[in-house]
């Protein structure tokens, strides 16, 4: 079956740094997302993206954070600046449609830590 | 976003059926109810969703109140493998974006 995988599993950085964060979604999936989860905390909306630009983001996705889709498989969140407040757990999810009738399908995460 | 009312926890023997219930008496006309689960150490995981009817599959049942404002997901035959966090969400039909909330840990006694 096929499933969205992220990399790396975990990350490890210095405040400040900058990270990028990395998600193969399903090959035939148009929509993409970016949620995170503080520990212990509610999984949050971060982004969506189709069609090459964002479609919607939350009020966590400020400046310091930006999306791309650089090739035709993978789909990067970038943390230009990190504080120790990102430190989280990241998912990235994919659909093959949008609304409030469509599946999405989350990858495993990438666990971030900001010391 | 509509607001949906779950226990924090719920206990089931294994190989029991399990009736997780959900309250939403806000949902409106164009609200999907979904439910997600979230295993241990990974990232959410579809289970099932509808909009007025009764719903089944593979991995549960969906059962809608006739006035929409409850739902109860039902898994008929738990295993320990189903010990996770069961969110119940309203989507909009227009929405992209799914909005979590503590959902209710169900644990699995063997």
């Known amino acids: 079956e096929p499933e969205v995988t992220q990399t790396p599993s975990h990350q490890v950085t210095q405040m400040g740094q900058e990270v990028i964060l990395r998600c193969v979604p399903i090959?035939?999936?148009?929509?993409f997302y970016w949620y995170r989860q503080i520990l212990g905390q509610k999984v949050e909306f971060l982004v969506s993206?189709?069609?090459?630009?964002?479609?919607?983001k939350s009020e966590i996705f400020d400046d310091q954070f930006s999306v791309e889709r650089p090739d035709g498989s993978n789909f990067t969140l970038k943390i230009r600046s990190t504080k120790l407040e990102d430190s989280a757990m990241y998912f990235c999810?994919?659909?093959?449609?949008?609304?409030?009738?469509?599946?999405?399908?989350f990858g495993p995460g990438t666990r971030l830590t900001v010391l | 976003d509509a607001k949906t009312t779950q226990p924090n926890s719920m206990e089931s023997n294994e190989e029991e059926p399990v009736h997780l219930p959900c309250n939403h008496s806000?949902?409106?006309?164009?609200?999907?109810i979904h439910w997600y689960r979230q295993l241990p150490s990974q990232g959410p995981e579809y289970v099932i969703h509808?909009?007025?009817s009764n719903v089944n599959n593979r991995m549960a049942s969906l059962a809608i109140a006739e006035d929409r404002k409850s739902s109860t997901l039902i898994l008929h035959r738990a295993t320990l493998r189903d010990a996770a966090v069961y969110y119940c969400?309203?989507?909009?039909?227009?929405?992209?974006?799914?909005?979590f909330g503590k959902g209710t840990r169900l644990h699995i006694l063997p």
């Open positions: 509808g909009l007025t």
């Open positions: 999810a994919s659909s093959e449609s949008a609304g409030g009738t469509d599946t999405q399908y």
């Open positions: 993206f189709y069609n090459n630009e964002i479609s919607e």
């Open positions: 969400i309203l989507r909009d039909h227009r929405d992209d974006k799914i909005i």
């Open positions: 806000t949902i409106s006309g164009t609200d999907y």
């Open positions: 090959s035939n999936h148009l929509y």
